[in-house]
């Protein structure tokens, strides 16, 4: 290669590509129209798509319309019609599994957006220190839930974990179970979850304030904006589109959260965190009722996606 | 209204000096136009006076009160940014009617609406209120930019590059329109460009800054006439002033630190009987004058002819210069003043 004229090496390596195709595949190549190679290059991850998320969707709408139980492969699958779907809306416990959701998601969202966004406008104050700051409110964002799962668990244990300590120094109300109460397990819940994603909201708020151009508040200040006038007409539009975006990433997270509820509470007590995950978890794989589990999974797909739908296109409206 | 006092201001960034010990006063109701190529400090100066920069050393004074210390917020000033700075999640109407909403300014929607419309008319913006700030051209934003500024009353107006991205027209009218404004409200407005033409139309005063530092500061035509520099002299007239080592001309006194001739185009004459012959390189008919290229002993010249001079290229001619219109340079680029050389010739310079 270097014994041949500069000009000549630029092209050489499609050159050489070129001379070392056999001879046939250069003319069947050639054969294709560009629609066609379109389709032979994307069409591996097409195959793969179908194959592991399409048909599965479509192969539990199937058996949500049957009484199939996957822990008996030999029985004969019947066609039950709406059966399932109605059983389903029909049962209470089901509507409080989706409040404990609900309740999950709006209150963990809330929460985050609030700190998260309270975190990132100190951070981008940039104070001495503050990159070390944003490393150091990172790390819960990178544990794997099981473990903070786990390790949460012991820093809630009413006699001996350190949050009951820290609760007891500033109002004495003795040892707090947080996971054994009806009334603090979703909370506990809540709390880890906060602990965990916030950084992450924070992040997402961060990348938005540092994409507003100082010149928006010179202008600003030369109107004779207030502080509060600024964060309302031009820092809040403008990180919009992010923070909704870090909502509806985290929202959907949330709606299907499992992981950390297992390691938590499992469910209890009671049934006061079962969210909809869990209990269909319950339903499929310790119940084996893959009929009805999969209606299950079908209403809440369906709830997510519209839910997401009309969020996407708020999220539009609000970036113009 | 407002008197503005820059007194010893200095400002750096990094290793540049942006401004250096610059003084200026602007008078109340004045129009000064800050006039200087990219980096001469002009829009640092601007900013200065806004509060958007904070001066290393020396003090701004409006309206007799030392502002230094005080927020831009606090300082009563109106800013055209050349980049428009509009708020772009805005409307038209909007942007214009933020300013109007400041803290203390009280006024209720329908005066804010009465108020839009007006500026909105003046600046013919008023068929655009409704659309987004992003979706205007170049000049909708600059007119809206300048609305912002106008909305209100400031004391002060500060304008960087206000018209720079306007068509030839719009620029034309709204440079009228700019004057009309300053002469009714009484304003004081301190303008910042890089375009002759705009400050020789515009100011009561032009400064020209070189490098951080005011050089020369005096009404249109005593800048024009009596320039401080070489530099100074280059940045006013079009096509530029002629620069020439002396001697090339025949002329009949010359101060004798002088080293450099300056005429200005205007002021060469040609086909003379007698005199230095130069070459005809370029004829370019303008409708109302002839800007002439020649060539004087491997030298460019610019000349100006108000009428329509059938002169050929290539052709040879003796050219002159108009008596007394000559300005002398010394060797630091300074103008000599051939009175104050003391050459009795001369006396009729400047009249």
């Known amino acids: 290669m270097t014994d041949q004229p500069s000009g000549r090496s630029a092209d050489s390596l499609t050159d050489r590509v070129a001379r070392a195709t056999p001879g046939a595949v250069v003319q069947r190549v050639r054969g294709l129209s560009d629609t066609a190679i379109a389709w032979l290059f994307i069409s591996p991850t097409i195959l793969l ?86 490393t150091v409110i990172l790390i819960p964002m990178m544990l794997s839930p099981a473990v903070v799962g786990t390790f949460w668990t012991y820093l809630y244990q009413p006699q001996t974990g350190i949050f009951s300590y820290i609760i007891n120094l500033f109002v004495a109300v003795g040892p707090v179970d947080m996971i054994g109460s009806v009334d603090l397990a979703p909370w506990s819940i809540i709390i880890v979850d906060t602990w965990m994603w916030t950084p992450y909201i924070m992040l997402l708020c961060l990348a938005g304030l540092r994409s507003i151009p100082e010149y928006l508040y010179e202008a600003a200040e030369i109107d004779r904006a207030n502080t509060w006038q600024k964060f309302w007409y031009i820092t809040l539009p403008r990180i919009m589109p992010f923070l909704m975006l870090a909502v509806l990433f985290r929202g959907i997270e949330n709606f299907k959260m499992f992981d950390m509820v297992v390691e938590l509470t499992s469910g209890g007590p009671g049934s006061t965190t079962e969210v909809a995950s869990i209990n269909l978890k319950r339903e499929a794989f310790e119940k084996w009722r893959t009929g009805y589990s999969s209606a299950f999974a079908v209403i809440l797909f369906v709830t997510v996606f519209g839910l997401g739908n009309i969020y996407v296109k708020a999220l539009n409206k609000v970036k113009q | 209204m407002a008197e503005i006092v820059l007194n010893a201001i200095s400002k750096s960034f990094g290793s540049t000096k942006a401004v250096a010990d610059l003084d200026l006063t602007v008078r109340n109701g004045e129009f000064v136009v800050l006039l200087g190529p990219t980096g001469a400090g002009k829009t640092t100066t601007l900013r200065l006076i806004a509060g958007l920069e904070k001066p290393e050393a020396g003090s701004v004074a409006i309206d007799g009160m030392d502002v230094t210390e005080t927020p831009t917020s606090a300082r009563n000033v109106a800013f055209v940014f050349q980049q428009y700075s509009l708020y772009p999640h805005y409307s038209v109407f909007e942007n214009l009617a933020f300013p109007l909403k400041a803290p203390g300014q009280n006024l209720t929607a ?44 400031p004391t002060v107006f500060l304008m960087d590059e206000p018209l720079s991205s306007l068509d030839a027209k719009l620029r034309e009218d709204l440079r009228v329109e700019l004057k009309r404004i300053q002469r009714d409200l009484g304003a004081t407005i301190v303008y910042v460009t890089h375009d002759q033409l705009e400050a020789m139309t515009l100011a009561d005063r032009i400064g020209v800054l070189d490098e951080g530092k005011l050089v020369q500061i005096g009404d249109p035509r005593e800048v024009y006439e009596t320039p401080a520099s070489v530099y100074v002299a280059q940045r006013l007239g079009s096509p530029q002033i002629n620069l020439l080592a002396v001697g090339m001309l025949e002329l009949p006194s010359v101060p004798p ?17 007698e005199g230095a012959v130069a070459k005809v390189i370029n004829v370019e008919h303008l409708g109302v004058e002839t800007v002439i290229l020649l060539e004087l002993a491997g030298q460019h010249l610019h000349a100006l002819l108000g009428d329509a001079a059938s002169l050929e290229e290539g052709a040879e001619i003796a050219i002159g210069v108009r008596e007394g219109a000559v300005l002398f340079f010394d060797a630091d680029g300074k103008r000599v003043d051939p009175l104050k050389a003391g050459v009795s010739e001369e006396a009729v310079y400047g009249t």
């Open chain 1, 49 to 134: 798509l179908l194959a592991i998320n399409i048909f599965p969707l479509i192969w539990t709408v199937y058996l949500s319309f049957t009484n199939y139980r996957a822990n008996r492969p030999g029985r004969a699958i019947d066609w039950v019609g709406t059966r399932n779907y109605e059983r389903l809306l029909g049962n209470e416990d089901i509507w409080g599994y989706l409040q404990a959701t609900a309740h999950f998601v709006v209150w963990t969202m809330v929460i985050q957006v609030f700190i998260g966004l309270s975190l990132a406008l100190l951070i981008n104050r940039n104070f001495k220190g503050a990159s070390f700051w944003t």
């Open chain 2, 257 to 273: 630190s002088a080293t450099t001739l300056g005429i200005r185009p205007e002021d060469i004459l040609l086909d003379r009987s």
């Open chain 2, 110 to 153: 329908a005066q804010i609406k009465t108020r839009v419309q007006e500026i909105a008319e003046l600046l013919r913006i008023d068929h655009k209120l409704e659309n987004s700030a992003t979706a205007l051209s170049g000049g909708e934003m600059q007119r809206v930019a300048i609305g912002r500024a106008l909305v209100r009353n």
